[in-house]
C-alpha cells in the first residue's frame, strides 16, 4: 500500500497564476479530505468529500479555491489566481467511512506563492 | 471553539513513559477521544481512539478518566523519534477531525 500520493511535494509559483494540487487517495477509501496546515492558522480542513461528493466545503477561503473529485483514485485543490497569502502546507487524507478509525494522510504539497 | 485543552510544551527523557494530558470537560456521550502526532515536515498520524474504556495498541496507550472529562495518551518507552505534536480531538465518529494547537513533545537524550 502505497498511501495517500500527494503531488507536486513542492511548488513555487508567482502571484496570479493557476496552481493545482493533487492527491490519490488509498485504494478503497471512500472519503477524501482536504486540510492546510500554516504557522498562524495551524491545520484547517478545507473540503470533505465521501463517495466523490462533496459534503462540507465551509472551510474553502474564498472563490478562488476549488476542489473536485471526479472518481475515486483522484482529487485536485486549484487555486487561482494565487496570491502570497495562499503559502502554506496543504495535505490530502483519506479514510475508510467518516474516519471512524482515523485518517490516512499524505505527505503534503508545500505551495510557496511569490 | 476549541473542545479540548492540553500543555503546550513537553519534555520527557529517552526510554521513559511520556504521559500527555488532555481536558475534555465538556465532551458529550457521542463523542471519541482520538489521538494524532505529526512529526515534523510530515502529515498527521493517527495514533489511537476510543470512548470510555481504556485503549492500548501497538504505538500507545490512552486512559480516560470514568467521567470522561479528561484523557491521557501514554507513550510507554519514548525514543527520539517519538518527538513531534501531538494532538487530542473529540468528536462524533462520523464527523469531521478539527485539529487544535497540540502539545509540542521533546524527547530528550
Known amino acids: 500500500d502505497a498511501g495517500v500520493i500527494q503531488s507536486p511535494r513542492h511548488e513555487v509559483t508567482e502571484m496570479g497564476q493557476e496552481v493545482t494540487l493533487r492527491c490519490k487517495p488509498i485504494?478503497?477509501?471512500?472519503?477524501l479530505f482536504w486540510y492546510r496546515q500554516t504557522m498562524m492558522r495551524g491545520l484547517e480542513l478545507l473540503i470533505y468529500?465521501?463517495?466523490?461528493?462533496?459534503i462540507d466545503d465551509s472551510g474553502m477561503p474564498e472563490d478562488r479555491f476549488s476542489a473536485k473529485m471526479p472518481n475515486a483514485s483522484f482529487s485536485t485543490l486549484k487555486i487561482q489566481p494565487s496570491e502570497p497569502r495562499d503559502s502554506a502546507v496543504y495535505f490530502c487524507?483519506?479514510?475508510w467511512g467518516t474516519g471512524e478509525n482515523g485518517y490516512t494522510f499524505g505527505s503534503g504539497t508545500r505551495l510557496t506563492v511569490v | 471553539d476549541a473542545k479540548t485543552t492540553q500543555p503546550t510544551s513537553m519534555d520527557c527523557a529517552e526510554g521513559r513513559a511520556a504521559n500527555l494530558p488532555c481536558n475534555h470537560s465538556?465532551?458529550?456521550?457521542?463523542?471519541?477521544v482520538y489521538w494524532y502526532r505529526q512529526i515534523h515536515s510530515q502529515g498527521p498520524q493517527y495514533i489511537i481512539h476510543?470512548?470510555?474504556n481504556n485503549e492500548t495498541n501497538e504505538m500507545a496507550s490512552l486512559i480516560i478518566t470514568e467521567d470522561r472529562k479528561s484523557s491521557t495518551l501514554i507513550l510507554p518507552h519514548a525514543t527520539l523519534r517519538d518527538t513531534a505534536v501531538y494532538y487530542c480531538?473529540?468528536?462524533?465518529?462520523?464527523?469531521?477531525?478539527?485539529f487544535g494547537k497540540g502539545t509540542r513533545l521533546h524527547i530528550l537524550p
Open positions: 476510543g470512548l470510555k
Open positions: 480531538i473529540v468528536r462524533p465518529r462520523d464527523d469531521k477531525i478539527i
Open positions: 485504494s478503497g477509501h471512500n472519503s
Open positions: 487524507a483519506s479514510s
Open positions: 468529500f465521501n463517495n466523490n461528493v462533496p
Open positions: 465538556t465532551i458529550s456521550g457521542n463523542e471519541y
